[in-house]
């Protein structure tokens, strides 16, 4: 009895550590996109304070700032920014005025630019910025007569169709491929963008009743309709992606297409889907390389969200998808989720090589919507991760990062580094590692500490204890190529001194850092070395001596007795 007792015990130790091997082989990759939608229109996510005085503004700022430090807190990398709404703009545009909801006026200047400083946070954060532009749509009736002679409806009125009490730009007419890409070229031009996010880049809902006769009969050719639909927005993207590119060809250029591209073998879209509903190819920009990534509306349930994510992984051709997750669901109670619901669909994108997770909208990761943004803290995003890098677009990693520094304070670690070669002017983000195994293991995400955007020195905080022993930092291009590491500190060459139930004196300024015999650190601490003797029990102890200029000294101390 009490063999099968142990062996049952056995096999249950087993089951349980390959679950947790199993886990943790997802936990914490280092490359996986992790986005969030900020929508500007109408003030939805940001801004909800109206930019009408010098107040005004800075609680602006403030606010997109507890935004941004909030997804930095969570470790996003990714933040897709509504740029284009309506037909109107959150930049200072040759093309469309200035929206409604920066000032509670439209076309009204809201008295600096938003766009900007959005980027330049973000950066000094870490994390990329993509402009999300809205396509087709134009803007409501009300939205229209309210832009007045600024709106694209006036101005190019040939270019507008009004379909179901609102306008939008017509696919079918050349001018709109023109118009649009004209927009993505200012904003890539003009911003340090990291990419163009294109969402609405398709036909409209009852999008078969869409009365583009007129174009049709002038350029269909003999083409199917749906298949002229089809390639009029695929054209539109080409020129989008082709005019992006011959400016910066490391902006990432993407779009939000309808959740199931269609019908697959075993389940039904229900008529709603990309392909046959609203005119997307999205399978094909990425095949065809005008596109690096998809993120994929995909707010669903059940078999509704894992077959057709999976389909889209199927046919991705080497880009990136990232499904969006309808994080908003878990506020109305018509169709209330279970927060387990985006838990599931997170573990499956991860389980299924998926390239990373976005979140419609952000209001909800602010609000910590039934607990979703704690669980990403501390359990799915509870390390950074990276951008993958664009290997199709560009290869070649940069030159290692030198002459690095790292000096060790009682509450902090600071390091200093230099650019390779200072002549090159291309923006470089940097990546820092700590482990407290020699040497660093670069390729293990929860080694990141941070992402730098364009600065060549950190200071790390150990005041919650969070110090490790050995510390480098990688150099990575606008494609996301990463350089050798450049090991900031080392173990020491020194002779490993033997002490028994008793230590040298501390040398001053220094931390000791308390390990168990593997290595394991059980506790930092400043006291004197008899104080450190008495809380020790009974064993053998690997002590470290943590100079403030990161020296380290070495001790095997070994405990025979305890005091009484």
Known sequence: MHAKLNNMQRIITIIYLLIILFTNTFASPKYEIRAAWITTIGGLDWPTVKATSEYGIKRQKEELCKQLDMLKEANFNTVLFQTRLRGDVIYPSKYETFAESLTGKTGRNPGYDPLKFAIEECHR???????????????????????????????????????????YLDPGNPETATYLAAMAKEITSNYDIDGIHLDYIRYPENGENFPDGKMYSKYGKGKNRAQWRRDNITSIVRKIHNEVKSIKPW????SAPVGKYNDTRRYSSKGWNAYNAVYQDARLWMEKGIHDAIFPMMYFRDNQFYPFAL?????????????????????YRAQEWDINEIMRQINFTRRNRLDGQAFFRNEFLMKNTCGLTDSLKCRFYAYPAAVPPM??????APSQPINGTISFASDSVKINWEKADSSITEEVTYR???????????????????LKHNSCSFCHSTQDGSIKRFWAVTATDRYG??????????????????CV????????????????????????????HDELIKKLSKG????????????LKNITLIISETEQ
């Not at 290997?391 to 070649?396: A, C, Y």
Request: aromatic residues 10%; hydrophobic residues 35%.
């Open 251 to 254: 902006i990432k250029v993407s």
């Open 391 to 396: 290997v199709w677009q560009d290869s070649i």
């Open 501 to 528: 139930n008793k230590l040298p004196e501390t040398p001053e300024g220094c931390t000791i850092s308390v390990n168990d015999i593997t290595g394991m650190e059980l506790f930092r601490t400043k006291c004197n």
């Open 311 to 331: 389909d889209w992984e199927e046919s991705k051709h080497g880009r990136w998808v990232v499904p969006g997750l309808g994080v908003y669901f878990l506020k």
């Open 540 to 551: 053998v102890y690997s002590i470290q001596y943590v100079h403030p200029n990161g020296k």
């Open 481 to 498: 190529n990463e350089s050798s590491p450049l090991t900031l500190n080392c173990p020491s060459n020194d002779k490993r001194m033997i």
């Open 432 to 450: 820092i590692y700590a482990s407290d195994f020699y040497p660093v293991d670069t390729n293990d995400g929860k080694n990141i500490i941070c």
């Open 125 to 167: 954060r870490g994390m990329e910025l993509h402009a999300w532009i809205v396509c087709i749509p134009a803007g409501n009736d009300r939205q229209v007569r309210l832009l007045g002679s600024k709106s694209v409806v006036k101005k190019k009125t040939a270019m507008c169709i009004h379909f179901k009490n609102a306008w």
